[in-house]
């Protein structure tokens, strides 16, 4: 079935530095993909949709300067927490593939943890 | 505007007893429905969907679920639970009145807890 890998799993960092988080599908093209962040005990919370080759559509509320996203190719996204601080610890999930009446599949998620 | 609503937070049930977990939509156009589960720090798996057809879907690892259009309902169900059941549960749909986005609408998840 299909794969998405997420890289890395777990990464703990200073404040004030930046944390790329790597979404890759590795046996099928992805021309969207999409990036959620989840609090603990909650929902899924959409934060962008990666577009390959164009810039990315951002919901409302999340700051486009602060969290970049590349889709540089048809089976990799990045997502770039710049000058990440204590409240952008969270766990971020990725997602690719799938239409309209077709599941999308998932990474395993990325822990950030902001010291 | 699309919406899913998951009304339990958290559902306790006896290992080999039936388990449902509970969901219901909103949408202006059809509904295309999904299950997802979600193991601790793991990313969500596939369970099964509702596109079109047989109101009773079968999906993986045991479970399946009823798509009821007059209650606006797409309840998740199992006949005999599993201790390894135990996990966080999404309920999500698409709308294909919404155009070409294949965006998904999540449900706010309910914890399965099932007891040996």
């Known amino acids: 079935g299909a794969v998405v890998s997420q890289h890395p799993s777990w990464v703990i960092c200073k404040s004030g530095t930046s944390v790329k988080i790597e979404c890759r599908s590795l046996?099928?093209?992805?021309?969207?993909m999409f990036w959620y962040r989840q609090f603990p005990k909650q929902s899924l919370m959409l934060m962008a949709t990666?577009?390959?080759?164009?810039?990315?559509?951002?919901e409302q509320g999340v700051e486009k300067d602060k969290f970049l996203i590349n889709h540089a190719s048809l089976t990799l996204s990045t997502l770039t927490v710049t000058s990440a601080h204590p409240e952008d610890s969270s766990f971020y999930i990725c997602?690719?593939?799938?239409?309209?009446?077709?599941?999308?599949?998932f990474g395993d998620g990325t822990r950030l943890s902001i010291l | 505007a699309q919406s899913v609503a998951q009304p339990e937070d958290q559902v306790n049930v006896a290992e080999g007893n039936p388990l449902t977990v509970k969901c219901t939509y909103s949408?202006?156009?059809?509904?295309?429905l999904f299950w997802y589960v979600q193991y601790p720090n793991r990313g969500l798996q596939f369970l099964l969907k509702?596109?079109?057809?047989?109101?009773l879907v079968k999906g993986s690892y045991g479970f399946e679920a009823e798509f009821n259009k007059s209650q606006t309902s797409f309840h998740l169900k199992k006949p005999s639970a599993l201790v390894s059941d135990s996990a966080l549960y999404f309920c999500?749909?698409?709308?294909?009145?919404?155009?070409?986005?294949?965006?998904?609408?999540f449900g706010t998840g309910t914890l399965l807890a099932v007891q040996p």
């Open positions: 990666s577009n390959e080759g164009s810039k990315a559509t951002y």
């Open positions: 999500a749909v698409r709308d294909d009145a919404s155009g070409a986005t294949n965006k998904l609408i």
């Open positions: 509702y596109i079109t057809g047989d109101n």
């Open positions: 997602s690719a593939g799938g239409t309209v009446n077709q599941p999308q599949h």
């Open positions: 046996d099928f093209q992805a021309t969207t």
């Open positions: 949408v202006s156009g059809n509904p295309y």
